[in-house]
């Protein structure tokens, strides 16, 4: 359920009448009466709070945001391209991690660094869910590998196949069965005891949303990348996990225990640990495939 908020308000004796807060309002809320700002939609306000960030006389009041007393000290932007380019390359994805739980302290702040990531009409509608249990960990991978052993189980049959390309689409079951002989080959080393879907992950966390919200998707995946930003400036290494966000939907059991409503998408997973190696080197990626018009 969305959160219901009191609409802003404008101190007029402060207001310059610059008229900011009308311009970058994105629901209409604002309109200037007399040379003033004043508050003409407040039900229609998202409580994104961009009147009150960006009016230079602190003049909006916002019972829902909590607007800081003065401006933020600091240069802006927070941090040169350069710097920004140089965080975005080195995070990687990591697979190795160190035999030692993630404080809960921890797991907060990466998971406040998603609370900041944009979401459509400022819906703020992802839900975290977050393991840190072994023992949880442990019956959640068994069960996404029962998952995973019915499925390739299946496809690996004529009828299953048949079946699957009715139902899911030929290209995916391509996409499986070509993966056959990976998933065998991850299977033996499991059976050694490599953990080769959750790395031996301390902490694993899920993100889920409304299904209806045709940005869910999007605001999801935006907040569990801003979390695994935050966590690699906290020594944390995360591995996103496609296996498990695909188990997660497809299998209401795994869905079910970790308490996502039906009506709700897994639209993210992803492993954390500290991190046990360090990359050396930055590697390259393939040019942007990018139509210029
Ligand atoms: C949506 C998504 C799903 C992924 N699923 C998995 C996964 O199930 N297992 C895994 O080991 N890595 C997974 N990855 C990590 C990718 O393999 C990795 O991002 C890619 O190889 C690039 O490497 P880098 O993240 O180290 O730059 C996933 C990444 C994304 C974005």
Same mark, same amino acid.
């Given at each position: 359920?969305?959160?219901?908020?009191?609409?802003?308000? *404008?101190?007029?004796?402060? &207001?310059?009448? /610059? =008229?900011? #807060?009308?311009? !970058? @309002? $994105?629901?209409?809320?604002?309109?200037?009466?007399?040379?003033?700002?004043?508050? *003409?939609?407040?039900?229609? &306000?998202?409580? /994104? =709070?961009? #009147?009150?960030? !960006? @009016? $230079?006389?602190?003049?909006?009041?916002?019972?829902?945001?909590?607007?800081?007393?003065?401006?933020?000290?600091?240069?802006?932007?927070?941090?040169?391209?350069?710097?920004?380019?140089?965080?975005?390359?080195?995070?990687?994805?990591?697979?190795?991690?160190?035999?030692?739980?993630?404080?809960?302290?921890?797991?907060?702040?990466?998971?406040?660094?998603?609370?900041?990531?944009?979401?459509?009409?400022?819906?703020?509608?992802?839900?975290?869910?977050?393991?840190?249990?072994?023992?949880?960990?442990?019956?959640?991978?068994?069960?996404?590998?029962?998952?995973?052993?019915?499925?390739?189980?299946?496809?690996?049959?004529?009828?299953?196949?048949?079946?699957?390309?009715?139902?899911?689409?030929?290209?995916?079951?391509?996409?499986?069965?070509?993966?056959?002989?990976?998933?065998?080959?991850?299977?033996?080393?499991?059976?050694?005891?490599?953990?080769?879907?959750?790395?031996?992950?301390?902490?694993?966390?899920?993100?889920?949303?409304?299904?209806?919200?045709?940005?869910?998707?999007?605001?999801?995946?935006?907040?569990?990348?801003?979390?695994?930003?935050?966590?690699?400036?906290?020594?944390?290494?995360?591995?996103?996990?496609?296996?498990?966000?695909?188990?997660?939907?497809?299998?209401?059991?795994?869905?079910?225990?970790?308490?996502?409503?039906?009506?709700?998408?897994?639209?993210?997973?992803?492993?954390?640990?500290?991190?046990?190696?360090?990359?050396?080197?930055?590697?390259?990626?393939?040019?942007?495939?990018?139509?210029?018009?």
């Amino acid at each position: 359920m969305r959160r219901t908020y009191s609409p802003p308000e *404008v101190m007029t004796g402060k &207001c310059t009448g /610059c =008229g900011l #807060c009308v311009e !970058v @309002c $994105p629901a209409f809320v604002f309109a200037m009466t007399n040379k003033k700002a004043s508050v *003409v939609r407040g039900d229609w &306000c998202i409580n /994104c =709070g961009q #009147c009150g960030a !960006v @009016c $230079p006389e602190g003049a909006i009041l916002h019972e829902a945001t909590a607007f800081e007393k003065g401006p933020r000290p600091g240069p802006r932007p927070a941090l040169s391209p350069e710097q920004l380019m140089l965080l975005l390359r080195e995070r990687r994805s990591v697979r190795l991690y160190r035999d030692e739980a993630v404080p809960k302290t921890i797991l907060e702040r990466i998971i406040a660094a998603g609370r900041y990531a944009p979401t459509g009409s400022n819906s703020q509608n992802v839900h975290y869910v977050a393991l840190e249990s072994l023992d949880e960990i442990a019956q959640l991978q068994e069960m996404t590998i029962a998952f995973y052993a019915k499925v390739f189980a299946r496809v690996k049959g004529r009828f299953g196949a048949f079946l699957f390309r009715v139902f899911v689409g030929r290209r995916i079951v391509e996409h499986l069965q070509e993966s056959i002989p990976k998933v065998e080959h991850a299977k033996e080393l499991m059976d050694q005891g490599k953990d080769c879907l959750f790395y031996h992950a301390p902490a694993v966390m899920v993100v889920h949303a409304e299904s209806w919200d045709t940005c869910s998707a999007f605001n999801c995946a935006l907040a569990l990348y801003n979390c695994s930003l935050m966590a690699h400036t906290l020594g944390v290494g995360c591995c996103f996990n496609g296996y498990l966000q695909s188990a997660v939907n497809n299998d209401c059991r795994i869905k079910r225990w970790l308490g996502i409503p039906q009506d709700h998408q897994c639209f993210g997973a992803m492993t954390l640990g500290y991190q046990e190696v360090q990359y050396q080197r930055l590697v390259e990626r393939d040019p942007a495939k990018v139509v210029w018009r």
